[in-house]
């Protein structure tokens, strides 16, 4: 039989694999009830809600110029009388009558039985399991199509969601309302981290790219928002945004319970005492918060004198580690995501020193010291057993994400229940402390990293993009 005489109907099957599928029913009809080519005017195929369509395409020529990232599908609703009219066709369809010269038979194929139903002698109209099953499905979904189009009669139209993901925050500029979505902080992420070299060889590092404003303003540069690549070290610049981060946040456990202690100081006085030695070698001095005046306007001091627990982060040759304080009993925590226990003499002696740095900086802001008179150099700090990085590059990003979520008063015997993230959601980190500090409320450039941002585009759909902890590195990306 020629193309021309027979239609094409699309009805749905439930396979194991899939709750709905697409299947395609050939209605023969006389001859004489056929149309001419010229009269013939294709159907548009019916696409209802949880169904594929299978008609092949001619395959599409590849584009290699800059491809973005496919936008998230949209529903499609029929009509409730297009629904139901398929109904009514199925209906009719699925019954198979006994074969007549004069009248074509009818074949549902939902298997490759075409000829099955063609050569089977019945003697009266029969409906199959299969398609008693199919119409019970088509039946149910048309009420639900009438049910969900009365519905939505009665509704608003919503807004469609972006295509960046859920979006985790939100907050208004003078260029408008943002939503901090995954495409967005993936494109902050890109712009803060990306080094640009020009002809004479001479690049961007010293660019200043964020100023937060809190007790003072502090200043990032391009060079420090670069440690946050992919298996990079990163820098106390980024630890000490975090902290002061932290601290603004309207939450209980930081307005009144934890302070996080920007680690500058700290790092700065280990570079003068770089074996923990209480007299300097370099300034043949003992420690003092006075020789620090850049760093001291960045220290909340009533937070650090009334708040029960300190979170102090501590960089020594590249590793991070961080120290709890309770105020309050006067003792003193490490976490360290490397090592159970010191893992050295001089490891001793440099612990010994920052808690001594500690106890000073908590007296300075008016405080009470941790131990006193020549005891404050003795300070003892125990090792928390807690399961750590498993890298030599992520201690900062487990330092970060602890002072965020550790709960101090859970520490006991030494030991702290934690269930370790996996290495994937590590990487994803760096992406997320990226969007965070550019992002921040307290950054004055947050209008310039909004549209800086917005500039970037997703070159390609690759595994990586679309992976929910995702690294991008150049290669993955183009600026528009």
């Known amino acids: 039989m020629s193309p021309s005489d027979s239609n094409m109907m699309v009805v749905r099957e439930q396979t194991p694999s899939e709750a709905l599928a697409v299947v395609p029913i050939q209605v023969f009809v006389p001859a004489s009830q056929t149309t001419t080519e010229t009269d013939f005017e294709p159907t548009p195929m019916l696409q209802i ?7 092949p395409e001619t395959p599409k020529q590849l584009q290699e110029t800059t491809p973005t990232v496919p936008p998230a599908p949209t529903k499609i609703h029929p009509d409730a009388e297009d629904a139901a009219a398929l109904l009514m066709m199925a209906r009719t369809a699925s019954y198979v009558p006994k074969t007549d010269p004069g009248v074509p038979s009818f074949s549902l194929a939902l298997t490759d039985s075409s000829h099955e139903g063609a050569s089977r002698q019945e003697t009266e109209w029969t409906k199959s399991p299969e398609s008693a099953n199919l119409i019970e499905e088509l039946d149910n979904l048309v009420q639900k199509i009438a049910s969900s189009a009365a519905k939505e009669n009665n509704k608003s139209p919503q807004i469609e969601r972006g295509t960046g993901g859920e979006s985790s925050e939100k907050f208004r500029t003078p260029g408008g309302l943002y939503q901090i979505t995954d495409d967005m902080k993936q494109k902050c992420y890109i712009w803060g981290t990306r080094l640009k070299e020009d002809a004479d060889g001479n690049t961007n590092e010293y660019e200043e790219m964020c100023t937060l404003i809190g007790q003072g303003e502090y200043i990032l540069m391009r060079m420090h ?11 106390s610049q980024i630890v000490s945004a975090i902290c002061l981060i932290l601290n603004q946040k309207n939450e209980k456990r930081f307005q009144e319970q934890i302070y996080c202690l920007p680690p500058d100081i700290v790092c700065m006085a280990l570079s003068d005492h770089p074996k923990g030695e209480f007299i300097s070698p370099k300034t043949k001095r003992e420690f003092k918060v006075e020789a620090y005046p850049s760093f001291i306007p960045f220290i909340d001091k009533k937070k650090l004198t009334s708040h029960q627990y300190i979170f102090a982060p501590v960089c020594h040759s590249g590793h991070w580690w961080l120290w709890l304080i309770n105020t309050r009993k006067r003792k003193c925590h490490i976490l360290d995501p490397l090592h159970k226990k010191a893992p050295s003499d001089e490891r001793k002696d440099i612990n010994k020193f920052t808690g001594y740095v500690f106890s000073r900086l908590i007296t300075y802001t008016g405080g009470k010291p941790l131990q006193k008179g020549e005891n404050e150099k003795k300070i003892k700090s125990s090792y928390v057993k807690i399961s750590g990085q498993k890298t030599s590059y992520d201690c900062a990003i487990y330092v970060m994400k602890w002072m965020e979520l550790i709960e101090p008063e859970n520490i006991k015997k030494g030991k702290y229940e934690w269930d370790n993230w996996p290495q994937e959601e590590v990487d994803h980190y760096r992406v997320e402390y990226a969007s965070r500090i550019l992002f921040s409320e307290m950054n004055r450039e947050r209008d310039r990293a909004i549209r800086e941002s917005s500039a970037i585009r997703l070159s390609k759909p690759s595994s990586v993009l679309l992976s929910p902890f ?4 150049s290669a993955d990306i183009e600026t528009a």
């Open 49 to 55: 809600e949880g169904t594929t369509e299978t008609t």
């Open 470 to 473: 995702c690294q991008i590195n």
């Open 225 to 235: 928002l670069v440690s946050l690549q992919a298996k990079s070290d990163i820098e």
